[in-house]
């Protein structure tokens, strides 16, 4: 790929809900209840970016003017091409599918008309993209890169077909807020892996479906079937993208494959290689193409890969498609999913509490001192025993989960509309000594709950993506010496993991496994001194870099800040930077 121009083209490189009350309590609880609760105060005034129905839909009838326009055009096809000149991102040989059977699918279009009368200069693009969790769909990074989603962009969920002026065939719609593109992504080669992020201003009420893992090797072995799902185009021929979602399944196929017809194009690692090497005409060739970029490859359930590129008009004979490889990226992916951001900037904030029982929310201020600055009051929390942060709907806003002095546990969450109300989770919770949410570690995508009982038996509570909490299970026991914490993938495999520091200040990193059952892995030496620290906060990427932090306040009041590195043992963290003193005015941290 290159910077040519994108103008009216498909956006491919050439080469919320409310929340439920309902479901099962938690065990050896009492059943959750309404009534009377002792609330908090609303949280900070901050609001997230938005835009109006109306404005959503002017963008998607711009794009699809524009795309027209564009498919009326002769000698229209993308031009921008990689090194080689054979390259150009792109279903033909399948057949359609249906909403209900992939309810995970979302259209992205994008348009800008420059502020002008004139359309000569109008931008329209159109992608795929799949919905990982209710606010976040992850899409091609050349389906992103260079571009505003949040003014020009629009995402529609819910339906197998592309609108029709205003008619969005029960379709919904949802704007961008926040975008984010793979740093180590380069437009001019199609390599770094080719993968986006958009955050939306709504949460979309459809099945999510979830990246494969990183240690997963099943999903690429030759000769597994794989399903490929967009709008793109269906004749080599003719420029115009399907009306109506479509599918095809596909064998995966070794990096050998790709790499004899590609050569340095393709780079193994990076990027996946499917289906059968094209026929050379439409019969006899099943193969993503123009207006499929940023669509799942779905093996096992999972997202193998993302639409990338392959050859111009997709059925060069001997060519193959290729995918962005989901399982190289997986880590940086998830860190943009479970973000713990309080003012909608895409990075971790901290909730703190005085023992006078004033609140506070510290934003980031990303890699760069202080760091965490901007304060804003919340009022006053005092009668809380215990407050953590988490976004256990996945709504993008940040819930609190706080705990009464009598015990019972609520989630204090957006309603979806103008406020936040508190869900009773249950009572007898003062049985435990240590709560956190340090993210999914039952492998199912939803935040979960890890509970220390006074008597050292550690307990997840896998998250219902509600606010409340399914059937617990024993992690195991031993655990009263240890302070647990943690949020976020720690060793960039795709799964959280939890921190522990034990009684003689050793800090250890327990993997989590993606399994309930045998939630935590062998444990992992990160270093000795932590006894130095009186309070441990975990509020997931501080600095925006996509590897979660730790920050620790030392017996003085400073607040040290340990910036993760995505690697195990000692190398864990980099070496402490200071936050700032003071910090010993707080009696609660995150």
């Not at 508190?422 to 007898?428: E, I, L, N, Q, T």
């Amino acid at each position: 790929m290159t910077s040519t121009p994108r103008r009216r083209r498909l956006a491919l490189p050439a080469a919320a809900a409310a929340l439920a009350l309902s479901g099962a309590v938690l065990s050896t609880v009492p059943a959750q209840a309404a009534g009377a609760t002792p609330a908090p105060p609303q949280p900070a005034p901050t609001e997230r970016p938005t835009a109006s129905d109306a404005e959503l839909l002017r963008r998607i009838q711009g794009s699809g003017a524009a795309l027209a326009d564009d498919t009326a055009a002769p000698g229209a096809t993308p031009e921008a091409q990689a090194p080689s000149g054979r390259v150009d991102p792109k279903i033909i040989g399948g057949k359609n599918a249906t909403i209900t059977e992939a309810p995970w699918m979302v259209q992205l279009h994008y348009w800008d008309g420059k502020g002008t009368s004139s359309t000569a200069d109008d931008e329209g693009y159109f992608c795929g993209g799949t919905l990982v969790a209710p606010t976040k769909v992850l899409t091609a990074a050349h389906c992103v890169y260079g571009l505003d989603w949040s003014e020009n962009g629009v995402v529609v969920g819910g339906t197998a077909q592309l609108p029709e002026g205003d008619d969005l065939h029960g379709g919904r719609l949802a704007g961008v807020y926040r975008q984010w593109v793979n740093p180590t992504y380069r437009p001019s080669t199609t390599s770094g892996g080719d993968l986006a992020v958009l955050t939306l201003t709504e949460a979309l009420p459809y099945k999510t479906l979830q990246p494969t893992s990183s240690g997963d090797n099943a999903s690429y072995a030759n000769g597994t079937p794989a399903t490929v799902y967009g709008w793109g185009r269906t004749d080599s021929a003719r420029q115009e993208i399907s009306p109506t979602l479509r599918k095809a399944t596909v064998p995966m196929r070794p990096d050998s494959a790709c790499a004899g017809y590609w050569g340095a194009d393709f780079v193994p690692g990076q990027m996946a290689c499917a289906g059968d090497a094209a026929s050379g005409q439409n019969a006899g060739t099943v193969s993503p193409c123009n207006g499929d970029s940023g669509g799942p490859l779905v093996v096992n359930g999972r997202i193998a890969g993302v639409v990338s590129w392959g050859v111009k008009d997709c059925v060069a004979s001997g060519a193959y498609a290729v995918y962005a490889k989901t399982r190289s990226y997986v880590g940086e992916i998830n860190a943009r999913v479970d973000d713990s951001d309080l003012d909608f900037d895409g990075l971790a904030d901290l909730f703190v509490r005085t023992p006078g029982g004033e609140a506070y929310e510290y934003y980031s201020r990303g890699d760069r001192a202080p760091y965490l600055a901007g304060r804003i009051s919340l009022g006053d929390w005092s009668g809380l025993s215990l407050v953590r942060q988490a976004d256990l709907n996945r709504d993008s806003y940040q819930d609190y989960l706080y705990r009464t002095p009598d015990g019972v546990l609520y989630d204090f969450a957006f309603n979806g509309d103008d406020r936040y109300e508190s869900v009773r989770v249950g009572g007898g919770w003062n049985a435990m000594a240590d709560l956190r949410v340090p993210g999914d570690l039952s492998g199912d995508a939803l935040p979960d709950l890890v509970a220390k009982d006074k008597s050292g038996v550690l307990w997840l509570y896998p998250g219902k993506g509600n606010g409340l909490f399914g059937t617990r299970a024993r992690i195991g026991g031993g655990w009263s010496a240890y302070t647990i914490t943690g949020k976020g993938d720690y060793n960039r495999d795709g799964r959280s993991d939890l921190l522990a520091r034990d009684g003689s200040g050793v800090l250890w990193m327990y993997p989590g496994t993606g399994k309930a059952a045998t939630a935590l892995g062998a444990r992992v030496r990160v270093g000795g001194g932590w006894s130095a620290y009186n309070a441990l906060a975990t509020a997931g990427d501080v600095t925006g870099d996509g590897r979660p932090d730790l920050l620790a306040r030392d017996t003085s009041g400073v607040l040290w800040l340990y910036k993760g590195t995505g690697s195990t043992g000692s190398a864990a963290f980099k070496a402490r930077v200071k936050v700032g003193g003071g910090w010993g005015a707080f009696n609660l941290l995150g």
